[in-house]
């Protein structure tokens, strides 16, 4: 069963498998990019740091990195790969932060389904 979010395009339910889907929503709402080929590990982890730490993008960028900032870094796959392809990017996306002068304090990587709440004042 397929469920459409309302007010979105209807998505293609079978993408070709040498196209990866860059932000795509928990719910199927279409992602910020389409890359085809789907480059190689090494070269899709550091685009994707790119797109997370820029400080140049008003509607994503909440935190400058300066360089030696602590961070906890949450790889979250909510099953669309296997844990050995998990612990593989966790790998790459660690030692690309590193490479940044990112200090990782502490790794949560796994299935998480993550809810959050505020309150407005």
Known sequence: MFIK????????MNPPSSEIEIGMGIHNESGYLRLSPVPELSKLVPQLLDLIMSTTDPSRSFLPFKGQDSVVLMVNNLG??????????????????????????????????????????
């Not at 979010?5 to 293609?12: C, H, I, S, Y």
């Not at 660690?94 to 990782?104: K, N």
């Open 5 to 12: 979010v309302p007010g979105t395009k209807a998505p293609e």
């Open 80 to 121: 669309g790969v296997s844990e050995l392809e998990l612990g593989a990017i966790v790998g790459q996306v660690t030692s690309d932060l590193e490479a940044r002068g990112v200090v990782i304090t502490c790794i949560l990587s796994g299935t998480y389904m993550v809810c959050s709440t505020f309150t407005l004042s």
